[in-house]
């Protein structure tokens, strides 16, 4: 059986699981988008406690790819991914980035269902859901299976020996997210009291 190098192993290890939780927290998300008025807040705070798991899978796979591009033999060894996937990763990030900032932006301003923010914040939304349902598609199987290793995993071998680490990067990833969602909750007051169907002008 082939030795898997640590570094290697650990950086998909921590990739996999946080994306795991990703998935999960993004279902709830998806929830709340079939019924946004009714859920707006759970939607507005599922929304920015998001950022903390984003920046850390942003991270650990530009990590990965700048390791593969700079040549590192493990790396190299381990491949990249296929060349579908490696084609709409930038488009995951670039849209990912865009639906968060355009969404943590609208909590500076007036509700306005017709305003071009909220506008761009739907438009970034529907790039993003179709590169993401690739992306998941491509990685959902083998994400599952080496986020199972990992948490079935006790000491020892390769990758878990920083086991303990991946989960404290996890936990604060989470804490970085719950801590802005709390400190922005206050600023979408505007947003969650609004009764757009009832406001001046007829918003629909």
Avoid: C
């Amino acid at each position: 059986m082939p030795v898997v190098d640590a570094g290697v192993e650990g950086n998909s290890r921590l990739t996999a699981a946080n994306g795991m939780v990703l998935l999960v927290m993004l279902a709830v998300e998806g929830v709340t988008v079939l019924s946004v008025r009714q859920m707006l807040t759970l939607h507005i705070f599922l929304g920015v406690m998001l950022i903390g798991p984003v920046l850390l899978k942003t991270a650990s796979t530009a990590f990965r790819f700048g390791r593969y591009y700079r040549g590192a033999a493990a790396y190299r060894e381990k491949g990249p991914p296929h060349p579908v996937l490696r084609a709409i990763g930038p488009l995951v990030v670039l849209s990912s980035f865009a639906l968060l900032a355009t969404g943590i932006a609208l909590l500076a301003v007036s509700p306005d269902e017709n305003s071009a923010l909220l506008t761009a914040h739907q438009a970034s939304f529907a790039v993003w859901f179709v590169v993401l349902s690739v992306h998941v598609l491509g990685h959902l199987v083998e994400a599952a299976q080496v986020s199972w290793r990992e948490v079935r995993t006790a000491t020892g071998g390769g990758g878990a020996r920083r086991r303990r680490l991946r989960f404290v990067a996890l936990a604060l990833s989470l804490g970085v997210g719950v801590g802005a969602a709390a400190a922005l909750l206050p600023a979408a007051a505007p947003w969650t009291s609004a009764n757009f169907d009832n406001r001046e002008g007829g918003h629909r």
